[in-house]
């Protein structure tokens, strides 16, 4: 985009140039010299942008080495390295792309159950929560999900390889949970849960159980918002 920005701000110059400076300036190059411009610019861009990612990628990989995890599968070997808080995360934005139902959101909801052996059949809800972090149901939930892991590397299924471009769309690596980072993951997963509640029940009757979690979620994440 930047690129062919670049080229048309060039040919509108070379055009204007004409009336006044002529073209012999550029000769026969006159057309050339936009399209030039535009590569540079939008090369330049992608090549900076490219080695930026380079070196976080590697920078993600060293963090994670040093925590003794494959720095491509990081829930290999289990959970462990994983907050509650950042598994009730990960787990509310699978249910969100369950319920989008679109070809790419499925390939994502694929990589969700191989990564961390999530299914549509856990005891999990979202939308609202019917757990939150450090809880017996949250310490079952794991157990399930590492059981399910630990088959699958019985069965010599190894989970899929994840990279930067992954964890920028769903921080699916493992975080060392600091009071803000904890702050801003608990109400990532209670955004989630409240748009799913009103895609589900819009304004219309939820029964009463669900209701209350629901005002329940609301009011911690208006409470974690103000702060």
């Known amino acids: 985009m930047q690129g062919f920005v670049v080229l048309c701000v060039s040919a509108a110059l070379v055009l204007l140039s004409a009336p006044l400076f002529g073209t012999s300036w550029a000769g ?38 040093e925590k003794g995890l494959d720095a491509g599968r990081p829930a290999a070997e289990g959970l462990d390295a994983y907050y509650d808080a950042q598994l009730v995360l990960l ?19 694929r990589l ?30 794991r157990e399930r999900w590492e059981g399910r892991l630990a088959a699958r590397r019985a069965f010599g299924e190894a989970p899929p390889r994840l990279g930067l471009r992954e964890d920028l769309a769903y921080r699916i690596f493992p975080r060392e949970m600091t009071g803000p980072l904890e702050l801003a993951t608990r109400s990532a997963y209670l955004e989630i849960s409240c748009n799913l509640f009103r895609e589900r029940y819009g304004r219309g009757w939820a029964p009463e159980d669900v209701r209350r979690r629901a005002e329940k979620d609301l009011r911690e994440y208006r409470a974690l918002v103000r702060r």
């Open 91 to 109: 787990r509310s934005e699978y249910e969100f792309l369950r319920s989008r139902g679109a070809r790419r959101a499925l390939r994502s909801v």
């Open 112 to 141: 969700f159950e191989a990564s961390f052996g999530f299914t549509p059949e856990d005891p999990f809800e979202c939308g609202p929560l019917n757990v939150a972090p450090d809880t017996p149901e949250m310490r079952a939930l």
């Open 28 to 65: 026969p190059f006159a057309p050339i010299i936009p399209v030039l411009a535009g590569f540079l610019a939008g090369g330049g861009s992608f090549g900076w942008r490219r080695l930026k990612f380079l070196e976080k990628r590697n920078v993600l990989r060293r963090a994670l080495a």
